[in-house]
């Protein structure tokens, strides 16, 4: 059997003096080691005929996280504040595409920015500074440059009973990463949660009704996945559901 096509949507970023259409290693990595897929990087270019014919190419796609957030106009939120990075190029690709894939049946996993890109699409809102509202714990990453404490266990999660971590894992809890300042502040109504935070921030839901595998997580599971067995049991899931695709393509 082929190995299936797993398709990463690109940032649009500033490499020097040039914009370069670049996906971070670790996502391209896990999409090859953890979900066992052939990876392609879908360029930012915001062309609703490109975005369809690529869906067509790929047996799933890999929505990664990024430093840039969803503009805000997106979910009716307030203007971002000065400084805020934001890639509108991305959000022009990855939101039709979101809504596309849906429609079509193609396997989805979301990580960090897609879980929050997941969310705008099907109508859901966004908190922009988590650690201002009241209640909420601080999930910004700690400051330092050594990742293994940056992308080390920040909190614990509460896996939902019955939910679909919960039968791939057998667990109830687990200890995860947090590096985001953007959360979930109203969750789109087709989604259900899986697993929060101890401060109740939604940090894993899945697309009820979806047509094929939508889950998405706001941690980051891509991070050594071959030493975290959540992070394996959430990429074997994502990647039989895109063998199975491929295989019925195949048909």
């Not at 299936?4 to 391209?28: Q, T």
């Not at 307030?78 to 890639?87: F, I, M």
């Not at 940056?150 to 809890?173: C, E, F, N, R």
């Not at 939604?202 to 959540?230: C, D, I, M």
Request: with cysteine.
């Amino acid at each position: 059997m082929q190995k299936p096509v797993i398709g990463i949507p690109c940032d649009l970023k500033m490499i020097g003096h040039f914009p370069f259409h670049a996906v971070g290693d670790k996502y391209v990595a896990a999409a090859a080691g953890a979900a066992g897929g052939v990876p392609i990087l879908i360029p930012s270019l915001g062309d609703e005929a490109q975005i369809r014919a690529l869906l067509q190419l790929v047996d799933g796609l890999l929505l990664p996280g990024s430093p840039s957030n969803v503009e805000p106009r997106h979910y009716q939120g307030e203007p971002s504040r000065s400084g805020t990075l934001h890639d509108p190029a991305r959000d022009a690709t990855t939101l039709p595409l979101i809504r596309l894939a849906l429609e079509e049946g193609v396997p989805l996993l979301g990580i960090c920015r897609g879980f929050q890109e997941i969310n705008v699409v099907l109508g859901g809102e966004l908190f922009q500074h988590v650690q201002e509202e009241a209640g909420k714990l601080d999930h910004r990453e700690p400051a330092t440059d050594d990742l293994e404490l940056m992308y080390g266990p920040a909190h614990d999660l509460s896996i939902v009973p019955d939910g679909w971590l919960h039968q791939w894992t057998g667990k109830s809890t687990a200890h995860i990463n947090s590096i985001h300042q953007q959360g979930i502040k109203r969750l789109a109504d087709t989604l259900v949660a899986e697993g929060y935070a101890s401060d109740g921030l939604v940090e894993a839901y899945r697309v009820e009704g979806s047509a094929a595998f939508a889950f998405a997580v706001q941690w980051h599971p891509e991070w050594k996945y071959w030493e975290n067995t959540l992070s394996q049991a959430i990429f074997k899931a994502f990647g039989d559901a895109c063998r199975e695709r491929r295989m019925r393509r195949n048909l």
